[in-house]
Nanobody, 120 residues
C-alpha cells in the first residue's frame, strides 16, 4: 500500500513555471508519474518515471517543456513544468504502480490531485 500527497499547484501566467511535488509513503519500488484532467475532459497521461529514475516517458503534448525526476531517499517525485500554456490547466494527479504504462487503469495508487491553472 502507498499513499501519495501532491503539492505545488497554483495559478501562473502563460509562459511561466511551476514545480509539483509528490510525497509517497511506504515502498519506493514503484514506477511513478502524473496524469491530468481538465474540466469536461478525460484523464490524460502526462509522464512516468521508472522506479530507479533511469527511464522516463512523456506525452507528446508536454515533451520538451516538462521534466520529471525523483529522489528515492526522500520518497518524492517532482514535475518541473516550464513554458506553461493555458491548455495545461487541469487537476494534476500523482500515480504509482508496479506496471509500466500510460493508461490510467494501469495505476493502482492515486493522489488527491492538485490544481494547476494557467492564465492567458
Amino acid at each position: 500500500q502507498v499513499q501519495l500527497v501532491e503539492s505545488g499547484g497554483g495559478l501562473v501566467q502563460a509562459g511561466g513555471s511551476l514545480r509539483l511535488s509528490c510525497a509517497a509513503s511506504g515502498r519506493t519500488s514503484y514506477h511513478m508519474g502524473w496524469f491530468r484532467q481538465a474540466p469536461g475532459k478525460e484523464r490524460e497521461f502526462v509522464v512516468v518515471i521508472s522506479s530507479t529514475g533511469g527511464t522516463t516517458n512523456y506525452a507528446d503534448s508536454v515533451k520538451g517543456r516538462f521534466t520529471i525526476s525523483r529522489d528515492n531517499a526522500k520518497n518524492t517525485v517532482y514535475l518541473q513544468m516550464n513554458s506553461l500554456k493555458p491548455e495545461d490547466t487541469a487537476v494534476y494527479y500523482c500515480v504509482a504502480a508496479f506496471k509500466w504504462g500510460i493508461y490510467s487503469y494501469e495505476y493502482a495508487y492515486w493522489g488527491q490531485g492538485t490544481q494547476v491553472t494557467v492564465s492567458s
